[in-house]
């Protein structure tokens, strides 16, 4: 009786291996017996004495069920099966050993406790595999290492790399005959590899995988970091924004506080309403830096009652708040405006901007200032890229057509253009400039005078005309939104703030916005072609951007309010930040991530330009890193031959905390500039960012080499399962059921049954 309860005997019938030892098909014999048992039936029907018609069924059919037995013994049933001869091939134990598995999200267990119990423990599983294969275990992480003891798993590692771990045990168990490979992970791939094709390389080999999930399927309470981004702003005071994004399952609808904290200090804190369950939502936060250098900031979410995992409710980040070079901005203007001077005295309190400006203050009279050096403007606006190209945004006042040559028309587009810098335009442009270069560059078309209203004619220049009336400017959903045009964080008192703003006055109408361009103000009432004429409007061109201002009396924001707002100040430095922001820097270092963890490696690329900024091949680069304790690593960056300027170095970091990277370059094109940059190693959330088992991807893996899955609660088949399942090193084996001992007593049982019930009937 045991025979049909065998796990391997059960797996062979259910797959189709049961045949008869005279090659007779089993429908044949399936037919042969139903045509035998009718004819049993038949001749066995009529009794000597007359018989109740039930207990003639029940003696009928025992002499059916003895001559059918008998038949069936007689063609020799037997089951096929594969099967590993003992100790003749290896079988790889891979062991995930990642931060994950540390996680207790059963009975109070975490994962990796619960994986040594059911390998190590009392009726483990290790003791049999190993009568049967030579046994390697293996850990993995984003390393793959033999395990000689359970004491050899941590559950430490920052990175699950299931396919790079299988390619791993491929190339180490090559030479040797790997019958199969067992796979024990939550499922949770870091890892460039895909598993799933690691598992078919395996496959062609014939060696199956076998995997054990471990782990829930689904979190019940818990929240966590998934990831921290920071961008620097333009906004006054160098504030930085923060965007983070939360996941959480099991807390919809409930507030939870948000801290950063520099050391352990709190420096910023909101309060903030989870969404639904099992998603993942985005916050924004600001965070103003107090001291100007690479610092290493914490975020950290308020623990909630009966969290799962604490430790994706921390999180540490970076903000490089090192001193920059000021951007340089060059300030052209046709005649001393009143906007001038109060746009002067906006940038000079602004350590992050230079204001270099070029005002002409009569017919051949010039006046420089904020220069670098005497030279600098001497020969008037510049004519040549080298001379343009070394700021990084131009701002045009009311100058005349004839202020600039043909010649400094196109290389004002080219600036923007192919150097990526900035141009404002504000108030009046002669119509002139309506068939010049510079009109493509602008956000708004340039339209002559002649060919406006009337009502609109007339411009900047004349007060006692429509468009020179007062009027208070209206900003545009897209100008709500601008960094650029923020007074205060809070939107209910940046609108506030623009309210209390004095009336403009004088307006410049020309033509409509352009396909692709931003209107961020407009004039209440002023209309053109159906659309209300702007006040204010960007658009990007080429690799840089522009700004049109149609108005030259910005200036009311500040002579007209208090002495101590600062209004008119802070836009005017955050327009100037916009414009020069993006502009490119002859050098520029960047990381081929925004963070790292311990053990990644790290790629910073160098992009060099010359005076013209056009990509410099002839540079000699070196890196000097310092690592967080303070060792300085000298290497050399190598240019990169597929992309003009382009250099790099790679590195890998084995230390948590802040990195400092310094690029020397030298270069025949009078290139020689040191260029700081910093970079952040820190703990890693990839392991709880979704710590699910993952069911589907061990299933696909395990399909995918002709293995199976199981769970590690309900592995109980997992050994009979690798035993019987056919691999490179199975051998096709024939077990003979017809002389089991159970049919025998089977016979005996039904013919005397059938003779004691003929006897009690009185029957021969």
């Not at 060696?207 to 399927?217: N, S």
């Not at 002709?706 to 609660?713: A, I, S």
Request: charged share 25%; hydrophobic share 40%.
């Amino acid at each position: 009786m045991d025979l049909f309860f065998e796990p391997h005997i059960r797996e062979a019938l259910r797959e189709g291996r049961f045949e008869f030892a005279y090659g007779l098909h089993p429908l044949l014999a399936l037919l042969v017996l139903a045509a035998l048992g009718g004819l049993v039936w038949f001749f066995y029907r009529r009794t000597t004495r007359a018989v109740d018609p039930f207990w003639k069924r029940i003696m009928v059919g025992l002499r059916v069920a003895a001559v059918l037995l008998i038949v069936f013994i007689l063609m020799r049933p037997a089951v096929t099966t594969w099967q590993v001869d003992p100790q003749q091939a290896y079988l790889a134990v891979l062991i995930d050993d990642s931060e994950s598995m540390s996680i207790a999200d059963q009975n109070g267990q975490t994962r990796l406790e619960r994986v040594r119990e059911r390998l190590y423990g009392d009726d483990g599983l290790i003791a049999p595999l190993s009568e049967l294969y030579q046994v390697r275990v293996f850990r993995f992480d984003r390393h793959t290492g033999r395990v000689a003891s359970a004491d050899d798993l941590q559950a430490g590692g920052s990175d699950s790399w299931i396919g790079a771990s299988m390619d791993a045990i491929d190339n180490q168990l090559r030479g040797l005959p790997l019958g199969a490979v067992l796979l024990i992970s939550d499922g949770a791939e870091t890892g460039d590899v895909d598993p799933v094709a690691a598992a078919q390389r395996l496959a062609a080999r014939d060696v199956p995988v076998f995997t054990m999930g471990v782990g829930q399927e689904q979190l019940a309470r818990d929240i966590g970091i998934v990831s921290v981004q920071v961008d620097e702003t333009i906004l006054d005071d160098a504030i930085y924004n923060v965007q983070l994004t939360l996941s959480q399952s099991g807390y919809e609808g409930e507030s939870v506080e948000l801290r950063i904290r520099d050391g352990d200090e709190v420096v910023a804190s909101q309060s903030v309403r989870l969404g639904p369950d099992g998603t993942e939502r985005r916050y924004e936060m600001e965070l103003q830096p107090q001291r100007r250098e690479p610092i290493l900031y914490e975020l950290e979410v308020d623990m909630m009652p009966d969290e799962t995992i604490p430790e994706n409710n921390r999180y540490r980040f970076l903000v490089d708040n090192s001193e920059r070079p000021p951007l340089n901005i060059l300030y052209v203007d046709g005649y001393p405006r009143n906007e001038f001077k109060f746009i002067r005295r906006a940038a000079d309190v602004d350590d992050n901007l230079r204001l270099a400006s070029y005002l002409q203050t009569g017919p051949g009279r010039f006046y420089r200032q904020g220069l670098e050096s005497p030279l600098e403007l001497s020969g008037g606006f510049p004519s040549t890229r080298e001379e343009l190209y070394q700021y990084e945004a131009l701002v045009i006042g009311g100058v005349n057509r004839d202020f600039f040559s043909n010649e400094q028309i196109g290389l004002i587009q080219d600036f923007v253009a192919e150097r990526g810098g900035g141009l404002l335009v504000s108030g009046l442009l002669e119509d002139t400039f309506a068939e010049s270069r510079l009109a493509d560059v602008l956000p708004l078309t340039l339209v002559r005078s002649s060919q406006l209203p009337s009502f609109l004619q007339g411009g900047t220049r004349r007060g006692n005309h429509a468009t020179g009336e007062t009027f208070t400017p209206r900003l545009t959903r897209e100008g709500e939104l601008s960094a650029m045009l923020q007074l205060h964080s809070d939107d209910t008192r940046n609108r506030q703030q623009w309210q209390e703003l004095p009336d403009l006055q004088g307006v410049y109408v020309t033509g409509r916005p352009k396909p692709g361009a931003s209107v961020l103000m407009e004039h209440p009432s002023l209309q053109y072609q159906g659309q209300a004429a702007p006040i204010m409007a960007t658009q990007r061109y080429g690799s840089g951007r522009s700004l049109f201002i149609t108005t030259a009396s910005t200036w009311r924001w500040q002579m007209l309010m208090h002495s101590t707002d600062d209004s008119h100040e802070r836009l005017w430095r955050q327009m100037l930040r916009w414009l020069a922001v993006s502009a490119p820097e002859r050098v520029r270092v960047d990381f081929d991530r925004e963070y790292y963890h311990a053990g990644d490696e790290v790629t910073v690329t160098a992009t060099v330009r010359d005076e013209r900024f056009e990509p410099d091949n002839n540079a000699s680069l070196w890196l000097q890193l310092t690592d967080p304790t303070g060792q300085v690593t000298d290497m050399p960056m190598e240019w990169y031959i597929e992309e003009d300027g382009v250099y790099r170095s790679r590195f890998t970091v084995e230390q948590e905390g802040i990195y400092r990277a310094l690029v020397d370059v030298a270069s025949a094109s009078d290139i020689e500039a040191e260029q700081p940059a910093a970079f952040v190693v820190t703990p890693s959330l990839r392991e709880y960012n979704d710590p699910t088992r993952d069911s589907g991807l061990l299933r696909r893996v395990a399909q995918a080499s002709g293995g199976q899955y199981h769970d590690l609660d309900a592995s109980d088949r997992l050994l009979a399962d690798i035993q019987y399942t056919p691999g490179a090193y199975s051998t096709e084996r024939r077990q003979d059921l017809w002389d089991r001992p159970f049919f025998l007593f089977l016979l005996i049982a039904l013919l005397s049954a059938d003779w004691a019930l003929r006897r009690q009937k009185g029957l021969s």
